[in-house]
């Protein structure tokens, strides 16, 4: 069973609407190697697990855990990424066009479908597709697999950090660039244990995460090398992460608390594009609303 | 943020294998109705909602919740549907074909990609599709559209229990027609609160739950009005999840802690079709495997 | 503007129920080379046509016309096949599976989606697929892949006619394989005022229909060098579709009135399957039942 | 059985062409909620209805009629926004680039695959998609469903509206507005019938369709609850879609004839495009071409 | 530039018909891990290649090459276990159906969109998805990619050769199997050379590859460990494919010259099925016949 | 079983950069009518061949091996035209988004899968789908087909060319259009040899190959009535493409040794974007860097 608390894993830092970095960012999101995948991928492998080695269980679905965050860091980010990306004037439908210049690079779908927010869809506007997700049903090949997934997750990051300078977008990158680090450096680890020396090959691509600026305090923090426990009972994962890092640039593997917690932002309504277009609540309505949060 | 206990959110009852079962489950996994469509759903709806009214975002975010572990509950299903339907002999691959009776009516996928284990798929083979997840980027639209959701989702479970009478589909499938009804309910009143009034017309099918067995015991427990709360901080749901159910049967609605929690069956190796074949351990992974859990 | 009235172009012959032959006839309805293709490439070819030479946009449109009702006919013939497939018992949830002997080698999709009832999908439930039509925006192309297209309609149905002696597949499949043969020729006579000289090429395949007793009393009838006319305008259609036939079997070409019409078969309710599960009727709607149809 | 009339169901107004507002437009053709979608959604809820209470099917019927002719409309709408919109040079294709300029903000597809025409594809170029079609086999399902699926081409229409003041594009999605508003009235009241009161909840979005300047006319017309019936039979579409309309804006609902039709553009040949690209015709073929019209 | 000599790479072991065990090898032909993505993913690998590190180029060419052999090997099996599974009776048509019992488990396809042939689909019907090909554009992500994509083709081919003792189907499969081992070692021996110790671990899956009898005759020719160069011109290859084996079972690796080749089984026509249905030969076609091949 | 030397059939022309002519080739690779469909429709309709008239089978697998070189031929030249196209500065990721001006009309998936390098898709992003490749097992519908499928490959190629004057782009086209027109000969030249008199209507459309300059070399060369012949055995191709051609101009057919073949040009890395990022060799690797070509 999943439990929740509303805070985001890492800070949305704002910046001025950027569609086009939207657009690209959906590849995070709904692509081929992005976040859907990851969390969809962890999830059936280690609800298919065979076999008493579970800690090798484990540490595929405390990954699962953390791809859950993940999909919604991303999808916020992508939100304010669109928020007021097409203003609409005051006179609205009366007057000109006013998602006009909104699409620019943008995708289509931002500004039909919902009202500027995030999709499960890639950059090209592609569907997530249930076929990407692999569960081979042999633990060596899901290893792998894995790696290979967290590694396409770092590179693809990289190139789209390199499509935009927005701060907002680069925040985010630079953060999962590092968390990916460390889910590959988990894999690689994995492996490690059944006998594979990597020498200086991982983590994949051959980059110094220190080359991204927004990288370095989460480096500093050694999150490269960190596991979050989203784990309310007890888990084996330290049995494989932990010891000497498999990261060319070293270090030790530790099992940690997950990181504070930040704020979601507030997405203003946007009536002209009737959304959400709350009609006027009914007198029931609007008693109800004078109720307290049960849970408060 | 999102935790985790590993814990079911219902119980496997055992039964016998039954890959033509697993087959037609897929539907409710994978299919356009299934619950990986009602987690995705209701995920970008909540991590895209606009406006102060987060009364009902709560609403919505709470179900997905829940959905994450109805996923979690049928993939474990269908594990425990095809665990076994094709037993290899011992002599294995010089003998007689091992599997040539498992498949029967049965999808191909679940012994050639897997070993015998879910996957993302519907009851055709096609794969999980993020077009059928949709945001409108309106509230009203959002709520009616989650209502025909959860009315095709009791319709579809009802039709597959017809299929089958294997106790491990059957009780699994009880269960998550009360909780779609539950669900139903949930958004039927949303929309109350905005003044429809759904007479007798809800919930759909219109069906009386009571007339399946392994439905009964959890309407006493009257969980076809009830919702489980799995947030860890406070959250506004009770706003909206009280008061008199829309259910054409009556009763109040109330918001409740989740349920107790159920073990995960354990699923053996299946060294012949190298499921997981984990190769024999080098010493270094002998020696971590002695170490003990971090969170115990 | 499209104007209807409720008769089949063809009639249904009953025999017994058949969920094989219904899957097979989904690759009629909605696979790569069936009826839904045939209907929307024709569909765009008419109303995306260029430049004055009208009559062969009057010949593609009503083709197109005559789709729109084969694609009635295959749905109100899988229904047929289908219908009692899976007789549930008077007992029905309480007792043992109602559906379990339903599905056989049919398709899942028919009894979960649907209750015993025809989907947009393939032979091997892949839906239906807009990649599929094509205006190449070039006539002499557009003439040719039409022709294809219907020869292939006819291939893919004499296969299937092998498939199952059931009536009622076999007498949809005889009178839509001699119009496909009427349309073959309407695009190979085209391709004729464009200077093109068949020999005894057409129609493919080399069959004779009469070997197909279902097919004769239409042979007789002409209707492999009939053109039926759907429009209530005029047309210049028989500026083509006249003279010689460039069938194999020789003839001439005509464009005939519509034939008579046949009535829709009524399909009961499935009160188990929740199919339609009207609820009990309001007082208002109980009312309103009394007034006359409008146009009686 | 079909029948058709050579008429457009509205104008074509006269503006440049604006490959962007086309691009955005097939999304309302092809797209997850366009006039694709609910044409084929109404043909197979209709075909695959059960049971007596046939005024439900020959309503769900009565819009699939209309459907058909929106397709036609905005099939036409989209070739018009295109045509012209890569002017090639006389000098072709050994000049510079004649279609350099021409895909804008547009659609590659309209350039390649076609003539400057319309596509069964939605505004990413993802091609119309069969597992959109739903057919529940329950009736309130079904009525559920398609109200939905009314509100959201409302709503994307309004945004689509705010991307483009282009007159062509405009008129036609006021049309459509306007007309799915009717049909979300038709499916509205279909559930009062069953005993739901909507309160002021519809039309969903809560907008003032009299914001929309070009929607003025149609709603002086009434045309918001108005059915236009295509029915050459009587049909029992009156029982349900007559009385109070569910709309907040009140009025009383009517069946009525269709509008008078307007003219289909006639669009130029392009033969740099090679569309058509009509070789010259056979001397047999001129003979045919001073044929009368057989219908005439 | 590719040349070809009409001889398959290995023997087509007579056995009688099998339609389920076609269906299974679909997936070796056009699924996820088959063999249309490996010949696809190495093509665009090699064309796509940067820098002058030339002999990972070629080491992937020189698989590519095979791999185009190896789906030639496929499709031919595949023709080879469908061939006659449906023999139609001398009355043809007008008898009883004669592909009745031809289905079975099969694909309908098989049937009805070919003549009893191989297709580009997998065991599910889902057609081959060219999302499934991947260039990362980064060697050592290429390297590991397909490193998981050779292992998990041995692990499907050794779980598809336990659901059928068809001798036609295992001959290939143990070929396959053999030859996915020897291409498993290339890229874990291209890893090697960049620093990786693969310890105990390669190949995947832990098997002993002489549990399969069919694939010992191979792995005494230590075809495990040997690449095969269809290359006409000089080739890198060897600066990587030479030295110590990374295979478990050791060995020495080495390039060799291709095998000796097998003949094409001749398929006759099935008139029934109209295939190939040429008609009878024109004149001119009749004297054609009697010219001399070209290049004899 | 398939041989190959690294030569490409035609030559690069070198250009500036510009990546939405690279996106509009995609669609000549990886579109519904593009070189990856011709490659693989081929392919399945030569290995799927029935009967003893081997002399069309040896045209279609003629054909079907230049088309594997026309693939190599379109991914070299999208490379050509992406290289440099987002050239990052110095100062790399610390700096501005140095791939920001990159994408501008081109694809996304161009700088984020890979880096600046080909991909299996179409000019839309939609990844190749194996449904469009079809074998009816019927000869004179296969033909037919084929027909269609070459004269889209010309008519697509022509209207792409009219997109873009870069030289590396047109220069491919022309190439390609002479060749699509000569396979379009070969199939009308086989439906000849079964008795269809063309009279003037191919080839399609109806151009004049010589108003595209880069195309009159080839014509000159006479490269539109020639097959080229890839095989290294026997075969009967020469028995159908000989004699006069259909061709609309004229010309006689003759099977003739490939082009000479030109260099591919030498890609170089892309630090920046990680591509290959080969790590630094390990000193066994740098070892083996050291051994000769084993074939040289």
């Keep these: 069973m999943f439990f929740y608390t509303e805070q985001l894993i890492n800070e949305i830092v704002p910046d001025e609407p950027d569609p086009a970095a939207a657009k690209a960012l959906q590849e995070i999101l709904g692509g081929h190697f992005g976040e859907m995948r990851t969390m969809m991928q962890f999830s059936f492998q280690s609800a298919n697990f065979r076999g008493p080695a579970t800690q090798y269980r484990d540490l595929i679905r405390g990954i699962f855990l953390e791809e859950i965050s993940h999909v919604e860091l991303v999808q916020t980010t992508i939100n304010q990424l669109l928020d007021g990306s097409g203003t609409p004037k005051q006179d609205g439908a009366s007057g000109d066009a006013a998602l006009k210049n909104a699409t620019g690079d943008g995708i289509t779908y931002h500004y039909i479908i919902g009202a500027q927010s995030s999709l499960p869809v890639d950059s090209a506007g592609n569907p997530w597709n249930g076929s990407w997700v692999y569960d081979h049903g042999n633990l060596v090949s899901n290893l792998l697999d894995n790696l290979v997934l967290e590694?396409?997750?770092?590179?693809?990051?990289?190139?789209?950090?390199?499509?935009?300078?927005?701060?907002?977008?680069?925040?985010?990158?630079?953060?999962?660039?590092?968390?990916?680090?460390?889910?590959?450096?988990?894999?690689?680890?994995?492996?490690?244990?059944?006998?594979?020396?990597?020498?200086?090959?991982?983590?994949?691509?051959?980059?110094?995460?220190?080359?991204?600026?927004?990288?370095?305090?989460?480096?500093?923090?050694?999150?490269?090398?960190?596991?979050?426990?989203?784990?309310?009972?007890?888990?084996?994962?330290?049995?494989?992460?932990?010891?000497?890092?498999?990261?060319?640039?070293?270090?030790?593997?530790?099992?940690?608390?997950?990181?504070?917690?930040?704020?979601?932002?507030?997405?203003?309504?946007?009536?002209?594009?009737?959304?959400?277009?709350?009609?006027?609540?009914?007198?029931?309505?609007?008693?109800?609303?004078?109720?307290?949060?049960?849970?408060?």
Tied chains: 1, 2, 3, 4, 5, 6.
């Design 151 to 296: 590694a396409t997750g770092t590179l693809q990051k990289s190139r789209i950090y390199e499509m935009s300078s927005n701060k907002t977008l680069r925040e985010t990158l630079a953060f999962l660039m590092v968390r990916d680090n460390a889910h590959q450096n988990a894999y690689a680890k994995a492996l490690e244990t059944l006998g594979v020396n990597w020498g200086k090959v991982l983590p994949v691509p051959q980059y110094d995460l220190n080359q991204y600026p927004e990288c370095r305090k989460y480096l500093e923090r050694g999150w490269n090398n960190v596991q979050f426990n989203f784990r309310l009972d007890p888990t084996r994962i330290g049995e494989i992460f932990s010891g000497p890092s498999p990261d060319r640039s070293g270090g030790m593997l530790s099992v940690e608390p997950p990181p504070a917690g930040f704020p979601v932002p507030v997405l203003a309504e946007r009536p002209m594009e009737h959304s959400p277009g709350i009609p006027v609540p009914s007198p029931a309505a609007a008693q109800q609303q004078q109720q307290q949060p049960v849970m408060a």
